[in-house]
């Protein structure tokens, strides 16, 4: 496939931007998009000129690294799909493809496609643990019985990779389907029971302090998001919050 990349340059977070047109040809369509980012970034160097920066990890849709936003979309065209398991059969011979980086106040550039999203670690830090000792004091499975139906629910919320897919499709910006993603995956088990209304509240609150902005419910984010984390998980979070507001 011959195509043309219009990709957002930006040589750091102080810098302006702007879009750079760039054509390649010889693409296959069972190629990743990334392999297509490194394709193009192998002529770069050839050519001399300064590499298009983009993170990756992984490459097998684990790590959450790989986040492009690409002809409008988080990680492309497909469902539940990261950028990085994103296939070029899914364009045509001749497209035009648009590649920015995520674009959220919260989501400060670093340099091209890459974004800083140490938000997401420091509302995990403020929160998303339990206090229940699970180093070194092995315990049977069955020890606690917990109903399939909560464990199945908290083992969803816990696919969450925390891409900042959500963030991105948000037009608000906001980070409530990844926190309450964190939440309920600790919310549903009585290992997280412990530091419950603390959890709910530090990282609702540093939520707010990294300036991600609220939720509407347009369910973009459910749409977009890789694991396809759902909406039920905000509502949840919005009880928690509720029920640890209450007791103070």
Known sequence: ?????????????????????????????????????????????????DTVAFDHDCREGICGMCSLYINGEAHGPDRLVTTCQLHMRKFKDGDTI????????????????????????RIQQSGGF???????????????????????????????????????????????????????QFALLPQGKIEAADRVMNMVNQMDAEGFGNCTNTGACEVECPKGISLENIARMNREYLSASLKG
């Open 1 to 49: 496939m011959k195509l043309t990349l219009k990709i957002w340059r930006q040589k750091n977070a102080a810098a302006e931007g702007k879009i750079v047109e760039y054509p390649i040809d010889g693409i296959e369509p069972d190629m990743s998009f990334l392999e297509m980012l490194d394709i193009l970034n192998d002529e770069l160097i050839v050519k001399g000129e």
């Open 98 to 121: 648009f590649i920015e980086p995520f674009r959220a106040k919260a989501f400060p550039v670093i340099k091209d496609l890459v974004v800083d999203r140490g938000a997401f670690d």
């Open 130 to 184: 339990i206090s229940v000792n699970t180093s070194g004091n092995t315990i049977d499975a069955n020890t606690i019985p917990i109903p399939k139906h909560d464990a199945d629910r908290a083992f969803d919320a816990a696919t969450c990779i925390g891409c900042g897919a959500c963030v991105a499709s948000c037009k608000n910006s906001s980070a409530m389907l990844f926190v309450s993603a964190k939440v309920s």
